[in-house]
């Protein structure tokens, strides 16, 4: 990201006059956001501070959170809540968009102020899976943490085929002070592990929705 020019005052200016005051790095980061134009395959959110562009998952990738999906909305039902995939989840003026998501059936009331995306504070359930690559994989195991965490969304759920041989975080309790988690729940793939709370409780994350552990 470029960073602005600030132009000193002309030779004749009052030196004592006061400059005007710069807007705050989250609102001009949010300007920039809204007006970038993307090809097609990429997607830009807004995280710790700085505007990240990555492309859209591979197969394995749309898969997996395919089959997360399908399974979630049998197991939600004609309830109130339901999954939703390539949502805008905002924050103040921080953006992020999430693999998949849990929110109300009904997402107008919950729409931020811009109408750009779903208001993080409605949001009962964040899952990933964790694409390839070293920054990829850091964004989703650390600073997506940190970020859903001071958002205080209920749960976290990280699928991550990049960990040994496949692994599932189930992350709970978010600590916004601290940016963390106070619970957190990791298996290896073909191992089962439930979602703790919210309208997902009691649903299982299983080989059936990951597949085996694979080699490491």
Same mark, same amino acid.
């Given at each position: 990201m470029t960073a602005l020019a600030h132009e000193m005052p002309p030779p004749d200016c009052d030196d004592d006059a006061e400059a005007p005051a710069l807007p705050d790095l989250d609102q $001009?980061?949010?300007? *920039?956001?809204? *007006?970038?134009?993307?090809?097609? +395959? /990429?997607? *830009? %959110? =807004?995280?710790?501070g700085a505007i990240e562009v990555s @492309?859209? &998952?591979?197969r394995t990738h749309a898969q997996a959170i395919n089959r997360l999906r399908n399974a979630l909305v049998r197991f939600l039902g004609a309830g109130t809540h339901a999954s939703f995939q390539d949502t805008n989840m905002v924050h103040g003026r921080k953006v992020w968009i999430p693999d998949l998501i849990i929110a109300p059936e009904d997402l107008e009331p919950h729409e931020d102020e811009d109408g750009l995306g779903i208001q993080a504070s409605a949001v009962a359930l964040v899952a990933e899976v964790v694409s390839p690559g070293r920054r990829a994989q850091q964004r989703d195991r650390e600073r997506r943490r940190r970020e859903y965490a001071r958002a &205080?969304? @209920? $749960? /976290? $759920? =990280? =699928?991550d085929d990049h960990d040994g041989g496949g692994s599932v975080t189930v992350l709970s309790g978010p600590l916004p002070e601290k940016a963390d988690y106070s619970d957190v729940h990791r298996v290896p793939y073909g191992t089962? $592990?439930? =979602? @703790? %709370? +919210? @309208? *997902?409780? &009691?649903f299982a994350i299983n080989e059936d929705i990951t597949g085996p552990q694979r080699e490491g």
């Open positions: $001009v980061l949010w300007q *920039a956001w809204q *007006a970038m134009e993307l090809p097609e +395959g /990429y997607r *830009a %959110e =807004i995280i710790e @492309p859209t &998952g591979r &205080g969304i @209920p $749960v /976290y $759920v =990280i =699928i089962e $592990v439930t =979602i @703790p %709370e +919210g @309208p *997902a409780k &009691g």
